[in-house]
């Protein structure tokens, strides 16, 4: 997952995007980067790390009125300086500078057709493909050349591509992953969410459309619809865990989606007799107040989380994942001792951090643990920008609800039902992609998934 941000028509066009990555840089900690240009001339910079390790010096250097920025995560093995972005070339029509969100399906295919037409490739990202298909594209206008580049280019993409003086912006057909369009004293501001809008203070204007290639340079903006119509298929878990809660994608609020998944949780999966709910937090917080408000089982802070130790995820070993959990949360004893609690979480995936927890609240002196769990059970991988594991790795994939609640050491477990999760979206159940949860995939998979795990843009 990654979280792009790109500004154009701005004199504070680098600071702004800077910003903006700060309020994104929950969709990617492993690196971030900006690009800016000015009078005629990109520069970059891309460092490893959190935004605030940007390195500051070159940060100085880059000037100019339009900018884009990039912050990424993905897995352990694919994190190296030259997968990081945006990434920035040169090509006979000048500079191009791409910012992707998204995972292309298809990139392996596309790279051998590239090889075998002679192009040489610079990182292991599926994004590169885009920005070769791009510099080989003859159209006279920038957003018919990125129309040339996109075709056949299957999966998820929000992008962000500067070409020459002009800034893109598009969303695959399928609208998979959010992106929005704002405005700040007339210049168009581009996101991931529109939390990075209230940070530099620009207004919210709309959603970049499925299958839209918005155009702005000199001459001012333009959209185009090239592609063939698609079934929409925005990621569910985008409102589950990924986004923030302040945010609006999809066009409704993560923190409204959030509490109405808590509140049917509930109902679908009550926990008579309990004396409190919690959430782990930050992700599932909301969900955990919509599971108060509609039990009335009193909301209660019972997990404390270390904000400044990363996520656990990025962890490669199991046994630093689990001296992670205790890194990272700590149990309030006051809160649980003698207590029959609820912990509510947003998902579950390999299992480690939840079994971690549900000791910790033990022995923090809970005598019931009732886990709830704002989704439906993760069984699939995701190829479409999630870094999921393989299915061997998902607790859900290959286990009864009986066999996760006793590995999980809880004393009863419920999710929610796919359709409860669906039916709790702001925008109603249809248009989302569910592929983790239902194995419903709507592309084929990749036919070298490991090589997109390791390969992908984010
Ligand atoms: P588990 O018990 O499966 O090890 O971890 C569950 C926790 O992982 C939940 O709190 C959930 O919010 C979080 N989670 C779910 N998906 C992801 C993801 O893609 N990346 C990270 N870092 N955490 C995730
Ligand atoms: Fe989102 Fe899951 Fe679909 Fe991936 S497979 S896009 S995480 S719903
Ligand atoms: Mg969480």
Redesign the pocket.
Known sequence: MCGIFGVRGHSDAVALTKLGLFSLQHRGQESAGIVSVDAGTARGVRSMGLVSDMPLAPLADLHGSMAIGHTRYSTAGSSTIENAQPVLVSSRGGHIALAHNGNITNAGELRVDLEELGSIFSSSMDSEVIVHRLARSTAEKPEDRLADALHGVEG?FSILIVLGDTLLAARDPRG?RPLALGRLNGAPVFCSETCALDIVGATYERDILPGEIFAVDATGERSIFPFATKEL?R????HVYFARPDSQIFGGSVDRARRALGRRLAQECPAPGADLVFSVPDSSNSAAIGFSEESGVPYELALIRNHYVGRTFIQPTQATRDAKVRLKYNAVREVLRGKRVVMVDDSIVRGTTTRGLVQLVRAAGAIEVHMRVSSAPVT?P?????D?PSREELIASNSTLEEIRSSLGVDSLGYLSLDGMLESAPSGPDG??????SGDYPTPPPTDPDKLRYGCGC
């Open positions: 998820a998979w298929k990621c569910v878990f985008e699939g995701c190829y479409y920008g999630i999921t989302f992609c569910h592929a983790c949860f």
